[in-house]
C-alpha cells in the first residue's frame, strides 16, 4: 500500500502549495494528490476551492482573479505559524518539486461544459507530456473522462466516488478507460475493493486520517491510502 499525500500533506503543512509538496518530498514520500484548474490567465493552478476564502482569508473567486490579486495572497492563511507564505503555484512548478515521484495524482476539478473539459484536458496533456509515466489524471466529472477517452490519451485515468453507486461506479470506471477508482473513505468496503481489483482498476481511498482506519484498508488490500497526514501514517503504520 503507497502512502499518498492529500493536496500535498494538508494537515501538517499548507495545502496545494509549494512549501507543502516540499514538506512531502522532505518525508521520503514519493506519492501524492493535488487539485489543478485553470485560471483567468489560462494558467494551470493547483487549487482545490474555486473560491480563495477558505485558504486565504481573501473572498475572491478564482475566475475574477487578476495576477495582481494572485500574487498578493497567502495560502498558509489557515497556518500561522508556518514559517512562510505560500503563494497560488502553478502546475509546472509543482512538477520540479515532485518530477522524480513515483506516482502522482493530478485532480481535474469539475467544470460546467464538456468545451471546457476539452480545453482543461489538452492544457494538462501539453504541461504533462513528459511525465506520462507516474501521473494519473483523476475526476469526479464524467466530462474530464470523457475529454481523456475521446482524445485517446496516453495518461492514465481515475474516476473518483463520493456517493455509493457501490458495483455501478466501478463498470463507470471500464467504460471511460480508466486504470484506477478512488472510493471515498466510507464506501471503500473489502467487497468493492475485490471488485475493482478483478476489474483490472487500481484503488485508491481519501481521505483516511485515522491509524486503526488505514490498517484495515492495508488489510483490504487498496494500492494507495491518500491522507493528510503522511508523517503520522509513516510512522505507525
Aim: charged share 25%.
Amino acid at each position: 500500500m503507497q502512502i499518498i499525500g492529500h493536496r500535498g500533506a494538508r494537515g501538517e503543512a499548507p495545502e496545494n502549495t509549494l512549501g507543502g509538496f516540499q514538506y512531502l518530498r522532505d518525508l521520503g514520500v514519493r506519492a501524492v494528490e493535488f487539485d489543478v484548474r485553470l485560471s483567468k490567465q489560462q494558467e494551470l493552478v493547483i487549487i482545490h476551492d474555486d473560491h480563495f476564502l477558505r485558504t486565504t482569508g481573501v473572498d475572491l473567486t478564482l475566475a475574477n482573479a487578476s495576477n495582481a490579486d494572485i500574487q498578493s495572497l497567502n495560502l498558509a492563511h489557515t497556518m500561522p505559524d508556518w514559517h512562510q507564505p505560500e503563494a497560488l503555484p502553478l502546475l509546472s512548478q509543482v512538477m520540479q518539486i515532485c518530477h522524480d515521484f513515483d506516482h502522482i495524482e493530478v485532480e481535474a476539478k469539475a467544470v460546467d461544459t464538456q468545451d471546457q473539459a476539452d480545453e482543461l484536458v489538452e492544457y494538462l496533456e501539453t504541461a504533462l507530456a513528459n511525465d506520462a509515466h507516474h501521473v494519473t489524471i483523476t475526476s469526479f466529472d464524467v466530462k474530464i473522462l470523457t475529454a481523456l477517452q475521446q482524445r485517446q490519451s496516453e495518461f492514465q485515468r481515475g474516476f473518483l466516488v463520493e456517493f455509493p453507486f457501490g458495483a455501478h461506479a466501478i463498470e463507470t470506471a471500464v467504460n471511460f478507460g480508466c486504470d484506477r477508482i478512488g472510493w471515498k473513505d466510507i464506501l471503500a468496503t473489502q467487497e468493492l475493493i475485490d471488485l475493482s481489483h478483478q476489474a483490472g482498476l487500481k484503488t485508491s481511498v481519501w481521505t483516511v486520517n485515522d491509524v486503526e482506519r488505514a490498517k484495515t484498508l492495508r488489510d483490504f488490500g487498496i494500492d494507495g491510502l491518500i491522507t493528510d497526514l503522511p508523517k503520522s501514517m509513516l510512522e505507525q503504520l
